[in-house]
């Protein structure tokens, strides 16, 4: 980043420059991008972002414009030697053999940018704010030195959440502020939390070079043994749609600007149409659980979040992007055609496009071109409905349904493949008008965000803002607020310094999120350190004055090669499910014999039942003293199975240990309600229809209490203030 040059307009944008030059002009600078000596339109900024758009995409060979419609795939910084995201430095060295600093481009890197054009990178894992900054630097300075000098945008999956959770890739919080997760915020009830949320993500993604967030999930949570279901707002058509709007707005909306501005990130709402109703919970990152259903003729609720909040925007218009998710919306096209999202001319072309009128970017979820894996139980497999095709048929396929962007794509190849075969059936002149409606929609966006004036960031500010007090304590504060009390026996809060019993946990072998063998692990209920600024820890019951009790809800999924499919469980206990359908809903694939995936009778344990052991346990060892369960919700689930031998039950969505003491403690009061049903048993989650919210029976306790959705305590007992009435009474 040297040669490094700052010019400040007058009531225009301050101008990074390295090596491209400035043309002054009306007393005016631009960056002279072009090369040219003379002001062409898409470098100047007094124009509207469309116009600088259209004009340079006309200006872009076929082969720029491909680089646009790729999304990287995810880039570790500094990257890793081996694993699932392997990269190189220096000519195929390893970081520490290469001698480059953590910051520096990989040889994969400069490979994507230079000669495949990628210009949308998505970044996973940035070490701190100061490395992120210095290696967005790195990426800017070498893309402007290209023709047009089009800047890196920079995209990020959600990277706030305060405790991960096992599905989809995890962006942990690096110098950044902690937040709950989505059914987090939505236990707070308060739109005005996740606006808040959203402008802070904003000026800390920033921060670090980033214009895109891959979120917020919009997605109606109506099936609750979804792996991702925790990282939605629920199944609460009025509240997702209304956390839509205010998150949306808050993350694209610069205050100074009161519209698109320089603190502007560009929001990518997932997963059109809804990838909430998957068969029986069954994921579609996986060919066995690739099928969306609507027993209950329910679709048009699933898009109420897109149609009525994140395209029906005060400040900025729509989201600026949209994510088709990974499944087959069975038998929604009228056609009968059962194929992937994003390959369904009805779904993108005839009711995103054509009958509600989006404008902005569509682009596929992340790889799903490339050929199938010959075994069902694998990660990838994505091409649903499209097994058939060539690679670059899929690619042309997509773009003919109106998508712009292909996720996790880096190889130019398919693409300009592609093109050709369009030309052959389209014409070249309707094939190069195609592809410049797509380069003007993906542009707009760098435009929108200031990239063109300028994508450099200062280091040391970067490492001022991010994780700084305000926005640590904003997001605590949030936390606290999405944690749901369900029972209390009187024993919260405890004040003072007590001993606290804290067993550990055992969790047996179980398949992955990249369907990888996990091992079995025995790990500590808590971290000590967490625990000691609120209580001395005690590993004799006996010596204790309470037991906490540190759970999440079952981990499970719903296919091995071994079984076939078999229940998604929610029960701790060894489940078989007799009350699930004789024959599925959807079915139908190439490495199958039958398109029943049914599962009746069959059974499942899920891999952490020792949770429920060690609450049954921690009651006998603490006789008549308190014992308090905390439990990580990562899906709804059968608190039954363990209510009754617990005095209190905190639910939590994700956040901080810490957290969870200080409502234990008294150092705050719970607030939060359930955005969602605990369901009774699982005879009633098999009988309901996936996409229907409400539809099962929730639990009720030992005290009377029933928790459904929007049930909690506080210290005085049953909540009831303005945000149930105004939700509850209209879910």
């Not at 992120?132 to 047009?148: F, G, I, R, S, T």
């Not at 902005?360 to 894996?373: A, E, F, L, R």
């Not at 058939?388 to 042309?396: F, G, P, Q």
């Not at 001993?499 to 990249?514: E, L, N, Q, S, T």
Request: charged residues 25%; glycine residues 10%; proline residues 6%.
């Amino acid at each position: 980043m040297a040669n490094i040059k700052t010019v400040k307009n007058e009531g225009g944008p301050t101008l990074g420059v390295t090596s491209a030059p400035v043309i002054e002009k009306d007393g005016l600078f631009f960056r002279d991008l072009e090369r040219t000596g003379e002001l062409v339109p898409y470098e100047d900024w007094r124009l509207t972002p469309e116009e600088r758009a259209k004009d340079l995409a006309s200006r872009m060979s076929v082969e720029e414009i491909a680089g646009l419609m790729m999304y990287s795939a995810h880039q570790i910084v500094p990257a890793a030697g081996g694993g699932w995201f392997p990269a190189t430095y220096r000519g195929g060295k390893t970081l520490a053999e290469s001698g480059a600093d953590e910051w520096e481009l990989t040889d994969q890197q400069k490979k994507f940018l230079t000669e495949d054009h990628v210009r949308y990178v998505l970044a996973m894992v940035l070490k701190n704010g100061e490395i992120a900054a210095k290696w967005n630097n790195e990426m800017q300075a070498l893309c402007e030195e290209m023709p047009h000098g089009i800047p890196v945008n920079t995209s990020t999956d959600p990277r706030h959440g305060a405790g991960s959770a096992s599905a989809e890739f995890k962006t942990e919080a690096k110098d950044t502020s902690k937040w709950p997760l989505g059914l987090g915020l939505a236990a707070t009830f308060s739109p005005e939390t996740v606006k808040k949320f959203a402008r802070i993500a904003a000026k800390e993604y920033r921060a670090l070079g980033i214009t895109t967030e891959l979120g917020p999930q919009i997605d109606l949570g109506t099936e609750p043994r979804w792996m991702r279901v925790a990282d939605t707002y629920g199944p609460s058509s009025k509240l997702v749609t209304e956390y839509a709007k205010n998150y949306c707005e808050g993350l694209q909306n610069d205050p100074e600007a009161d519209g698109w501005g320089e603190s502007s990130v560009a929001a990518m709402v997932k997963h059109w149409p809804g990838g909430g109703p998957c068969e029986a919970g069954r994921d579609a990152h996986y060919a066995y659980g690739k099928f969306a259903v609507y027993p209950g003729d329910n679709l048009q609720e699933h898009l109420k979040p897109f149609l009525e909040g994140a395209f029906k925007l005060d400040k900025t218009g729509q989201a600026s992007a949209v994510m088709p998710y990974y499944t087959i919306s069975y038998g929604v096209d009228p056609s009968g055609k059962n194929v992937g999202n994003s390959y369904s001319k009805y779904i993108i072309g005839d009711l995103l496009r054509d009958k509600y009128g989006y404008k902005g970017v569509v682009c596929t979820d992340w790889g799903i071109t490339q050929d199938p894996n010959p075994k069902l139980d694998s990660f990838g497999s994505r091409c649903f409905g499209t097994e058939d095709l060539t690679e670059a048929e899929r690619h042309l396929c997509i773009i003919e349904n109106g998508v712009d962007q292909f996720g996790g794509n880096n190889d130019i190849k398919p693409i300009l493949e592609a093109y050709k075969i369009g030309c052959e059936r389209h014409g070249e002149d309707a094939m190069r008008k195609r592809f410049e409606e797509s380069a003007v929609r993906l542009l707009l966006n760098s435009f929108r965000c200031g990239l063109f004036e300028n994508p450099y960031l200062d280091p040391e500010e970067s490492k001022e803002i991010l994780g700084c007090d305000e926005f640590v304590k904003e997001g605590f504060e949030a936390q606290l607020k999405s944690i749901v009390m369900v029972k209390n026996n009187g024993v919260l809060p405890v004040s003072g310094r007590k001993k606290v019993y804290i067993p550990g946990r055992h969790i047996d072998a179980h398949k992955g999120f990249m369907r990888d063998m996990m091992p079995a692990m025995d790990i500590p209920g808590a971290n000590p350190a967490d625990v000691a600024p609120f209580y001395d820890v005690t590993d004799d019951p006996a010596e204790a004055d309470m037991a906490i009790c540190f759970i999440e809800s079952p981990i499970s999924d719903g296919y091995t090669e071994e079984t076939g499919y078999r229940p998604v469980t929610l029960q701790y206990r060894p489940y078989t499910a007799d009350a699930a359908r004789e024959v599925s809903i959807a079915g139908g694939d190439f490495r199958e014999e039958s398109d029943n995936r049914t599962y009746k009778g069959k059974s499942n344990t899920p891999a952490n039942e020792s949770d429920l052991d060690l609450v049954i346990k921690a009651r006998e060892q603490m006789g008549d003293k308190p014992v308090i369960v905390s439990i990580r919700m990562n899906n709804p689930c059968m608190v039954s199975e363990f209510e009754k031998y617990a005095d209190a039950i905190l639910v939590n969505f994700g956040v901080e240990t810490k957290a969870t003491l200080t409502i234990v403690s008294g150092g705050a009061e719970p607030s939060a309600m359930l955005p969602v049903q605990l369901p009774a048993d699982m005879e009633t989650v098999e009988k309901h229809c996936e996409d229907k919210p409400f539809d099962y029976n929730p639990y009720t306790d030992s005290v009377g209490n029933t928790y459904d959705f929007g049930f909690g305590l506080d210290f005085k007992g049953v909540i009831r203030d303005d945000r149930y009435e105004k939700y509850v009474s209209n879910r």
